[in-house]
């Protein structure tokens, strides 16, 4: 059919309607690639995918798509080699778990609803990937401790140094001798590294290291020399944290990148139902007539 044929008929403003009832990027996709056949056989195969959804809408069961993201470009990246950051792997997670939803509400169809059964047939479970993420990454994107045990060991040793540093600068700000030398009894962060505000008069009589200094210059902020060792020891078990988040995001990708083709299957199975479940939303919305299931064989 010829582009005036089409604009007569408004056939974009149709699918600008049509891609409005698709519930996330796969399906709208699929939508936007819609273009009329003389083809009977595919013809008769749209019209079967419609009345198929448009029957499973009517009769109130779900054909659920939350929390399905298009996660393709993870998914070549990591079949690639790259790693991948969390927000990426926990849109992997949301993806899977919602298939395999979706794989259980399809399956659960009768023989009538071939087209909808096929399509099950194509989305893979990920049970491994999915209990894999979901133990490493944090709903609000932090790897957790419980993502290895090497990094459950690092962690500790961070808090409990981190607690001797701040225990013996706790001591150093309430001793008197410290008092006439600080601006402020508080300990901060500079560079890294913890540090306490002292009197710029008072710089020489404070063994220690300079990190920073205020605007004005009254006060510069140092590190005491009871604490370097401590510091260095700290700064020394946080790049051993980054190293070891950095291998478990790694490994995690490597493990999309080997699921990577059932992914790809599963992703276009989710993009076709929800384009098939677009179409029966459609139909329900616009009051089309629901023809009859017909089954061959």
């Known amino acids: 059919m010829d582009d005036r044929s089409l604009r007569v008929l408004e056939y974009h403003k149709v699918l600008n309607m049509l891609e409005d009832c698709a519930s996330c990027e796969l399906g709208r996709e699929r939508v936007r690639q819609l273009a009329p056949s003389t083809n009977l056989a595919i013809v008769e195969e749209l019209q079967q995918g419609t009345t198929e959804a448009r029957s499973v809408l009517d009769m109130g069961k779900q054909l659920p798509l939350g929390g399905m993201r298009d996660v393709r470009s993870g998914v070549e990246r990591a079949i690639r080699g790259a790693t991948l950051s969390t927000n990426e792997l926990l849109d992997i997670l949301s993806t899977v778990v919602s298939s395999r939803r979706l794989k259980k509400s399809l399956s659960s169809l009768g023989p009538e609803y071939p087209i909808l059964s096929d399509a099950a047939r194509n989305i893979d479970t990920f049970s491994d990937l999915e209990q894999a993420i979901s133990r490493a990454i944090s709903e ?146 616009t009051g089309g007539s629901m023809p009859r299931i017909k089954c061959e064989g």
Request: net charge neutral.
């Open 140 to 285: 609000s994107g932090e790897v957790m401790d419980s993502a290895s045990p090497a990094l459950r060991s690092i962690r500790s040793r961070i808090r409990s140094l981190n607690a001797k540093v701040r225990d013996n600068l706790d001591s150093i700000i309430r001793s008197p001798q410290w008092s006439r030398l600080l601006q402020d009894p508080v300990v901060s962060i500079r560079n890294g590294r913890f540090v306490v505000p002292v009197r710029a008069e008072m710089r020489s009589q404070v063994p220690g290291i300079v990190h920073d200094q205020s605007a004005s210059g009254a006060t510069v902020f140092i590190e005491p020399m009871p604490v370097v060792e401590l510091n260095n020891e700290l700064r020394q078990a946080i790049s051993q944290e980054e190293v070891e988040v950095d291998r478990v995001l790694t490994e995690l990708s490597a493990r999309v990148g080997y699921a990577g083709e059932g992914l790809r299957m599963t992703l276009d199975a989710i993009g076709y139902v929800d384009f098939l479940k677009a179409k029966g939303t459609f139909s329900q919305k």
